[in-house]
Structure formats: structure tokens, C-alpha cells
């Protein structure tokens, strides 16, 4: 198996270590699955939160502006199941690892929650975001069946995409 570098996206790691817990950042540093971590651009952590007295909302921009300050996480299991298996290891054995990986940007879930957010926002969107919205959905509804079978670089692009996309949508919705 290659060992992958890990990658630094230009955050320094104070800021890191800001966002993610170090000893959950150790653990997966150095777990024998976990191939590459990519950090978020440093412009992802310099969002600020929106202000609004609405529960749900609040809990929506809380859970875009962690997805932007995510990482992606490439790990080395081919086979869906046996990750699923680890992460449940994962979580008995270091849960600050576990909430880490759990925020990794190509996870499905992580991408379908963020788009569905997006969605209930949607009548505050302007007219080419509404139209970015309906082709990231009509994207994700193709692949989903067969997700876990692109590559990484694939999934990798994809969430990319999603990220640029929720970014420009909260800054939109901070104004």
C-alpha cells in the first residue's frame, strides 16, 4: 500500500489544531487506514456565523459552516462494509478521531444533508444558484446508487464542488 503525504492545504496547524482536536489528528495521522487527509482552504475558517433567532436555521448554518471547515479524508478500505466496521471501532477506541473522520466531506451522507440544506434555503438563493442547486441534485441523484464505487478523485472533485457551491451560498445568506 502507498503511504500517501499528508497535505496541508495552506492552513497553518495552530488553526488546525483550532478546529480539530489534536489527539483525534494523531490518531488518524497515524492509523494505517487513513491514506491522505486534505485540509479545507484557510478562507473556510475565516466564515463568521450567521445571526438568526431560528432554531432550525441556526442548526443549518452550524452544520454548512462545519462541512466547510471539514476535511476530506482518503482511507484505504475498498469494501463499504469493512469501513463501516471500523468506524465502529473508531468510535470505542478514540471518538475525537471518530468525530473527525464522521465530518469527512465525501461521505454521501455529509454531501446529501448539506444539499438538502441548501435546498431549504433555496427561495433565498439567487437565480444561477438555484440553477447550480438543480444540477449538484440532479448529479447526486445519478451517482448515489453507485457512490461508493467512483474513485476517490472522482469523489474528491465532487465534494470540492459541493464546498465552493455551499460556501457561495452562505456568504450570500451572511449578507
Not at 107 to 115: D, E, F, G, Y
Request: with cysteine.
Amino acid at each position: 500500500m502507498e503511504n500517501f503525504e499528508r497535505k496541508d492545504m495552506g492552513v497553518e496547524e495552530r488553526k488546525i489544531e483550532k478546529y480539530y482536536n489534536k489527539k483525534g489528528l494523531d490518531y488518524l495521522n497515524s492509523s494505517q487506514e487513513i491514506e491522505e487527509i486534505i485540509y479545507p482552504e484557510e478562507k473556510y475558517f475565516e466564515i463568521k456565523d450567521i445571526e438568526t433567532e431560528d432554531e432550525a436555521e441556526k442548526t443549518f448554518f452550524n452544520e454548512l459552516k462545519n462541512n466547510l471547515q471539514a476535511p476530506i479524508i482518503k482511507d484505504s478500505f475498498e469494501d463499504h462494509n469493512k469501513r463501516r466496521e471500523w468506524r465502529n471501532e473508531l468510535n470505542k477506541e478514540n471518538p475525537e478521531a471518530y468525530d473527525i473522520y464522521e465530518r469527512n466531506k465525501i461521505r454521501l451522507n455529509k454531501i446529501s444533508t448539506n444539499i438538502g440544506i441548501c435546498q431549504y434555503f433555496e427561495d433565498r438563493l439567487n437565480q444561477s444558484q438555484k440553477e447550480k442547486l438543480d444540477d449538484i441534485v440532479n448529479k447526486t441523484n445519478k451517482i448515489k446508487e453507485s457512490y461508493n464505487d467512483l474513485s476517490f478523485e472522482d469523489k474528491k472533485k465532487m465534494a470540492k464542488e459541493i464546498n465552493y457551491f455551499i460556501y457561495d451560498v452562505y456568504q450570500s445568506l451572511s449578507n
